[in-house]
């Protein structure tokens, strides 16, 4: 069996993707786990993206921690003894699966941007020295449990004609050494690059924080509205906030159209926008490494390019 638990549904839906194809190359049953309040239509959701069986593990819970998680996926996993297990990448499936791979003395294999049978064993991918190579590592034992961080897997296409189980199972939660004292949501505005179809990025190029209007000028006429940034923007000069910071550090983004300008392209801003779909570089410095990721380069002062292309834009859009 192949199961798949992420808190996150959307990136449920991608690594189910993931999991309907290692289920089927090795001939398996896969199976997605809910945790928390009973969700029928969530559940019949998960099967119609491919889901054979549907595990419900009612609790009263209505946060995470990691311990309490733990022991529920734990005592799921020593019923239904999947080979694979695949966890969303986010903050809390960060924490639980090598919570769950040191109690079932399993191996782990965290961010992993792809993942194949070969020689019958499970082959994962994943990102090291800040985007300079791959590791492919393979496992040994079982079970075998990898995280898969959001937009590396694209979701199945809705099937509401494939049929699944909804098994519920009312889950005692054992008491825990630690108590949540307080839970604060980050204030973040409304940014949200991670699901941005179109981002104009502006890197230190720019000499003055009022200068930042071009991008949003261009942002607005290409109708994604959406403005990232570099590190040193978000960090250093604090001229927007961090909601916008793109990169290994920051947040890593998956646009069709992203706009680089005023960004030199180091490594570590790369490994953030290199899954995107079409890369435009703005730079005054022909040498400038983003080049080597860019689709297309405009070489040149960003101060007179980026208000022409945006009237060019502006132009074509009527
Ligand atoms: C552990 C670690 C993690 C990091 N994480 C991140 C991260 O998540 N994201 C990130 O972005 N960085 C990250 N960094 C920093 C990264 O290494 C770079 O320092 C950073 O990306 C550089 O930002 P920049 O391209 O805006 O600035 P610079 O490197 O200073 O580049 C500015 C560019 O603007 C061009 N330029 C200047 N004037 C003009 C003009 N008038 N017109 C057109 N072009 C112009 C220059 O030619 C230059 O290429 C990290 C570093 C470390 C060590």
Redesign the pocket.
């Known amino acids: 069996m192949v199961l798949v638990f992420s808190d996150d549904d959307k990136l449920c839906l991608e690594i189910l993707s993931k999991g309907n194809e290692l289920a089927k190359e090795l001939s398996k049953k896969l199976t997605a786990v809910i945790i928390g309040k009973s969700d029928d239509a969530l559940a019949r959701k998960y099967i119609a993206h491919g889901a054979d069986t549907v595990v419900v593990a009612e609790t009263d819970l209505d946060s995470f921690k990691a311990e309490e998680y733990t022991g529920i996926l734990e005592n799921i996993l020593k019923e239904t003894k999947p080979e694979i297990i695949l966890i969303g990448s986010n903050k809390n499936g960060k924490e639980l699966a090598p919570r769950l791979a040191s109690k079932l003395g399993a191996g782990c294999v965290t961010d992993c941007t792809n993942l194949y049978v070969k020689n019958k064993k499970l082959t994962a991918e994943r990102i090291v020295y800040?985007g300079n190579a791959v590791a492919i590592e393979q496992f040994t034992s079982r079970p075998n449990i990898v995280t898969i961080p959001r937009k590396v897997f694209e979701p199945l296409p809705k099937n509401e004609k494939h049929s699944g189980n909804i098994v519920k199972k009312k889950v005692e939660v054992k008491k825990t050494a630690s108590k949540v004292l307080k839970v604060q949501e980050m204030q973040t505005g409304d940014v949200n690059v991670e699901d941005a179809e179109i981002i104009v990025s502006c890197?230190?190029?720019f000499?003055n924080k009022d200068d930042i209007k071009l991008i949003n000028e261009l942002a607005e006429v290409l109708k994604g509205r959406t403005v990232g940034?570099?590190?040193?923007?978000a960090a250093d000069l604090k001229w927007l906030s961090e909601d916008h910071?793109?990169?290994?550090?920051?947040h890593k983004v998956k646009p069709r159209l992203y706009i680089a300008?005023?960004?030199?392209?180091?490594?570590?801003?790369i490994?953030?926008m290199r899954d995107s779909g079409i890369i435009v570089a703005?730079?005054?410095?022909p040498e400038?490494l983003?080049f080597k990721s860019a689709d297309y380069g405009i070489v040149?002062?960003?101060?007179q390019?980026v208000p022409k292309l945006t009237n060019a834009v502006k132009e074509k859009m009527g």
């Open positions: 800040s890197g230190r190029g000499k940034c570099s590190r040193p923007i910071w793109i990169g290994l550090s920051g300008v005023g960004i030199s392209g180091q490594i570590q801003h490994a953030g703005i730079n005054k410095d400038a983003i040149g002062d960003l101060y390019v």
